[in-house]
């Protein structure tokens, strides 16, 4: 399979790295608005190169989409109108209107567009969702997520990114919907500017508190910050009336006790996502190649996306009225 990768950025880099090591590639054609990173990307990695982003449309049976976010919408209508298989990173927009154009052209043309939640992929979070599906948990009562982010985004990324929720928790969002089966109805949210003044400068937050509502009346409660000085800490804890257990607890895990006996974690904490989900991010891929060759279903939809930026609208509406938001009240 020829794939095309639009993007030759961070995310870029490390899908070529996958891509190289997956079967079924037959080759690899990469683009990029600043050119001379694109012609450096396709140098290093051995992929061919396009000049724009038509010319590599007419080249590729697929398309991985990484550039930046504020284009992701149209790349993939243009891919869409190519008839080519689509692969893009979250999100597919930052506001739920350009959203609901891109899901609507994509269901009404029959398209094949899977978006990038790595979580889904992750040996944790699928063996949570087998369990929860199983009845091996028994009835859920309660979800607790942690998203803590190392170190701060730098600040030129603080205005375009959407702000914590839509940029940063909208993967633990995604990562509820997908290991419970249950929407979210219901979101409480709020947030401050405790160590780092950059984001207020941007109506953004370093710090925040979100409870959950879901379908059953179960709750999820999300932690999250732009920074945990001893790691990249992600974790989903699930509490039901037959087990508890918890996503993300390993020896890399940048948390220790404080209970007599107990020792440190022995490895070094995960300083970057890439790390953190390298064996999603390569299942995620693998999919994708079945998915383009029409060997499996959709494992995560452009409706997906639409849900997971509902919830965080949702909390971002909270955050600003200090007041829990129903999330149809943001997609209506």
């Given at each position: 399979m020829r794939i095309g990768l639009i993007g030759t950025g961070r995310i870029g880099t490390?899908?070529?790295?996958?891509?190289?090591?997956?079967?079924?590639?037959?080759?690899?054609?990469?683009?990029?608005?600043?050119?001379?990173?694109?012609?450096?990307?396709?140098?290093?990695?051995?992929?061919?190169?396009?000049?724009?982003?038509?010319?590599?449309?007419?080249?590729?049976?697929?398309?991985?989409?990484?550039?930046?976010?504020?284009?992701?919408?149209?790349l993939i209508g243009r891919s869409v109108k190519a008839g080519l298989p689509v692969f893009c990173e979250k999100p597919i927009a930052l506001d739920l209107e350009s959203t609901q154009l891109i899901v609507s052209q994509v269901e009404e043309s029959g398209a094949v567009v899977q978006m990038g939640f790595q979580r889904r992929f992750d040996p944790g979070y699928t063996r949570a969702q087998e369990m929860v599906?199983?009845?091996?948990?028994?009835?859920?009562?309660?979800?607790?997520?942690?998203?803590?982010?190392?170190?701060?985004?730098?600040?030129?990324?603080?205005?375009?990114?959407?702000?914590?929720?839509?940029?940063?928790?909208?993967?633990?969002?995604?990562?509820?919907?997908?290991v419970t089966g249950q929407e979210v109805v219901e979101v409480y949210a709020d947030g401050s500017v405790i160590a780092f003044p950059v984001f207020?400068?941007?109506?953004?937050?370093?710090?925040?508190?979100?409870?959950?509502?879901?379908?059953?009346?179960?709750?999820?409660?999300?932690?999250?910050?732009?920074?945990d000085p001893l790691g990249y800490d992600i974790r989903m804890e699930l509490f039901g009336s037959r087990d508890s257990v918890v996503v993300g607890w390993d020896d890399r895990m940048p948390l220790r006790s404080l209970e007599p006996g107990m020792p440190a974690p022995p490895g070094p904490a995960y300083t970057r996502f890439q790390d953190r989900f390298l064996l999603a991010y390569q299942r995620e891929l693998a999919a994708f190649l079945d998915v383009a060759r029409g060997e499996r279903a959709n494992p995560c939809t452009p409706q997906d996306a639409l849900e997971a930026l509902a919830i965080a609208v949702a909390a971002d509406l909270s955050?600003?009225?200090h007041r829990p938001v129903r999330v149809e009240e943001v997609k209506s």
């Open positions: 490390l899908h070529a790295e996958i891509l190289a090591g997956l079967s079924g590639v037959q080759s690899v054609t990469v683009t990029d608005l600043d050119s001379k990173r694109a012609e450096a990307f396709a140098t290093t990695y051995g992929h061919g190169l396009a000049s724009n982003v038509d010319d590599l449309l007419g080249l590729v049976d697929a398309v991985i989409i990484t550039a930046a976010t504020s284009a992701h919408a149209e599906a199983s009845g091996a948990l028994g009835t859920l009562y309660v979800v607790r997520m942690a998203g803590h982010d190392p170190e701060p985004p730098h600040e030129e990324y603080i205005p375009v990114s959407g702000g914590l929720f839509r940029d940063f928790s909208v993967h633990d969002f995604d990562a509820l919907r997908f207020e400068k941007y109506g953004d937050i370093d710090t925040g508190v979100l409870t959950l509502r879901l379908e059953s009346g179960a709750l999820g409660i999300l932690s999250v910050t732009r920074h955050r600003a009225e």
